[in-house]
């Protein structure tokens, strides 16, 4: 890395002069240019309830630096909710946002040579944005996770964000009145905070906690308890101990803390989007990961957990029964996490859950026994054939037997398809194919939050499957496989699918499958024309020129 701004700015009488005079302007004392200075990336904003605590987290950062002897510099980067701009066109913004993350992170560390940073995120992508980055850049760094929300309450049921997207599928099936829908909307989500199930932020805050990048059981305390506040505190201390260590991410993101991470992911019954993320930061990190590696573990790792979405329980039960450390103990001692990894505070992973339980409490079933498992084999199976060649991601929790051969409805974006949905033309028996949705066809791989909420809420989980080039929330469950790949927009096999054909979708062979002749196949294919831009100028048009295939993990940087 490039001199450092602190050797910078201690040079007297000579050109960095100017260095120390713009520093005494925000508060740099004769007694400060040999302190580390310590960035803070704070992703605060009141768009999100995500982010909307995140500044107070900031400043008990800041104040925490600069008691233990460091110079904070707090600096800001944005967020995108994917709850709000769910169903339209602002969430195809919402993947392109983690590559801005990325970037801006990475370009306010490097262009001000900072000693290390601080990353505090809350919604989706401000995790893997920061991670990005901070592999890039390879100086020390922590993540502060946000939070998760708490549950929201109707009729003495708990709720999340994904209860008010079902509750349109229901409430269109005639299985609710609008009375009970409204209900479930105003109490939906109660405060400040990440959505509370198992879905794209859990799940990234418990892999980086499993990859010794957070602290531990950081990764599911609530938004809104104090212990979120001590947490950001001890995190900024932690820090402090490993600049003046220099230890520093890729010592610490390498292929053990991914194995590791991809472990603890189908122990919890995490998001889909932990795939694509994980590649993507792997490769930042420099460290070789592909799809295959994440069935390899698939096959060896229970899924512990009654999490939502396709379980009963929320993020703030799981934790106060022990969270992500008990469920790394229990991986531990059967052997499927590295003890030997090690952590932000220079500790190894077996040293820091030296003291955690190996047993789940008796009395509750969030995180079920080891002899009693949800499921014996993860639930995010890798799914490959003549309709994915490069791969596809199928999340077969909560379906009774994740194997459908039946007609395509094809359709050619998710607005299309939910209205197909709500309107009762999508049949027990269907598969539907939602395209050019993927990240150069959309652009940006919107999520699929609402067709597939309106499907289970339509009481068609189980017998409907659904097929796209785009992404899924982690609050998605059903009989469905995202992420195909190679994607519409480039000339993959999904764009040929014509309606009614057959497809099969198999997560017991691992196949997903368009059933015509080669020769019709080939014939499609000769005659299909790749789709002109969506966009044309401004980010999303760069976004879509750059970015890479899903099934590499949508990176924006892989043929520079």
């Not at 990475?106 to 601080?118: A, H, K, M, P």
């Not at 803390?257 to 995490?270: T, Y």
């Not at 995010?380 to 929790?397: D, M, P």
């Not at 939910?418 to 939602?434: C, H, N, S, T």
Request: include cysteine.
């Amino acid at each position: 890395m490039a001199e450092n701004l602190r050797s910078a700015v201690v040079t007297q009488g000579t050109q960095r002069a100017p260095n120390r005079a713009m520093l005494r302007a925000v508060g740099f004392g004769d007694g400060d240019f040999t302190k580390p200075i310590v960035g803070i990336a704070n992703g605060y904003s009141t768009i999100t309830p995500c982010n909307v605590g995140l500044n107070d987290l900031a400043l008990r950062g800041e104040a925490a630096v600069r008691h233990g002897g460091g110079m904070p510099q707090i600096f800001g980067t944005i967020t995108i909710s994917d709850g709000i701009s769910m169903g339209t066109e602002g969430m195809k913004y919402s993947l392109v946002s983690r590559e801005v993350i990325a970037d801006s992170i990475e370009t306010v560390c490097n262009g001000q040579s900072l000693d290390g940073v601080l990353a505090i995120g809350g919604c989706d992508k401000n995790m893997p944005g920061a991670m990005i980055a901070i592999a890039r850049m390879n100086i020390p760094a922590i993540f502060v996770y946000g939070g998760t929300i708490k549950p929201g309450k109707y009729n003495d049921r708990d709720l999340t964000v994904v209860s008010a997207f079902e509750a349109v599928g229901e409430y269109s099936a005639g299985k609710i009145s609008a009375e009970e829908l409204l209900g479930i909307e105003r109490n939906a989500c109660p405060g400040a905070g990440s959505c509370g199930g198992m879905y794209t932020a859990n799940t990234m805050s418990s892999a980086f906690e499993a990859m010794g990048m957070s602290l531990m059981y950081s990764s599911t305390m609530a938004a809104e308890d104090e212990e979120k506040a001590d947490s950001t505190a001890e995190s900024a201390k932690v820090l402090l101990d490993a600049i003046r260590s220099q230890i520093l991410p890729r010592q610490i993101l390498t292929r053990k803390a991914f194995e590791n991470a991809i472990s603890v992911i189908m122990a919890v019954g995490g998001s889909t989007n932990a795939v694509l993320h994980l590649l993507a930061i792997s490769r930042a990190a420099g460290v070789p990961l592909n799809l295959d590696d994440f069935e390899t573990i698939r096959q060896r790792v229970p899924v512990l957990c009654d999490l939502k979405p396709s379980g009963k329980h929320v993020i703030t039960e799981f934790h106060a029964v022990g969270g992500v450390p008990l469920v790394m103990k229990m991986l531990l001692e059967h052997g499927l996490i590295h003890g030997d990894a090690l952590t932000i505070t220079g500790k190894t992973i077996a040293e820091q859950l030296a003291e955690v339980p190996s047993q789940p409490p008796s009395g509750q079933n969030i995180i079920r026994p080891w002899d009693n498992p949800m499921y014996r084999q993860g639930h995010l199976a890798i799914l490959k054939g003549n309709l994915a060649t490069e791969g596809a991601v199928a999340k077969i929790s909560g379906v009774k037997n994740p194997v459908i051969t039946g007609p395509a409805r094809v359709f050619e974006s998710e607005e299309e398809c939910l209205q197909a949905i709500l309107d009762g033309k999508i049949k027990a028996g269907d598969v539907v194919v939602v395209r050019y949705e993927g990240p150069k066809g959309g652009p940006g791989m919107r999520e699929m939050l609402a067709p597939t909420s309106a499907i289970i809420g339509a009481g068609l989980g189980d017998s409907v499957g659904l097929i796209t080039d785009g992404r899924f929330s982690g609050g998605t469950y059903g009989m469905v496989v995202g992420h195909v790949a190679p994607e519409a927009a480039v000339g993959g096999t999904i764009a040929l699918v014509q309606e009614g054909d057959t497809i099969t979708i198999d997560a017991h062979t691992r196949q997903l499958q368009l059933h015509i002749e080669d020769a019709e196949l080939e014939q499609r294919r000769a005659n299909w024309q790749p789709p002109k831009p969506r966009y044309t100028a401004g980010v999303m048009a760069k976004y879509a020129k750059l970015v890479s295939s899903s099934s590499l993990g949508a990176v924006t940087d892989l043929n520079l």
